[in-house]
């Protein structure tokens, strides 16, 4: 994802949304100076405690993108459907262009085609121009708030 933000950047707005900890250790470590390992972090009971954990999962993966927390009632969980490390392309109308589940199903390349073809179509996906392969129309059809 890190390759796909360097490479459009300047032409799509990118975030990197930090929902929930994929794997919260029973006894976790405080976020701090040095980057807590995935085994180090525990589950948040606070949006501190996440904006912490999310700080050390983005400087673990040297990811530059700019980040967005969810709320601790996991208001993004909710609304789009997802696991930890899913990718979604959504185009400027709110609609989703591409979406998978991760983390195994994360898709750069597969998300890198569903943004050609926005970009080709002013940033809007284009009536019968079919979704990409990982998209469920249910999902596809389905509007995002703003």
Known sequence: MQALYKAYKDKVT?????????HPVKDGKEGGARVRTPKEIGKTTTLQERVLAATDCLRGLKFTLPV???????QAWNA????????????VDGRIAFHSRGPRGASPKDAEKALKKLLANKGKLAAGVPRSEGTSDAAADRPTKR
Not at 80 to 86: M, R
């Open 68 to 74: 967005l927390i969810d709320t601790m009632k996991g």
């Open 14 to 22: 990118f975030f990197f949304v930090y929902t929930r900890e994929a």
């Open 80 to 91: 789009f459907h997802v696991h930890q490390a899913a990718t979604a392309v959504i185009d």
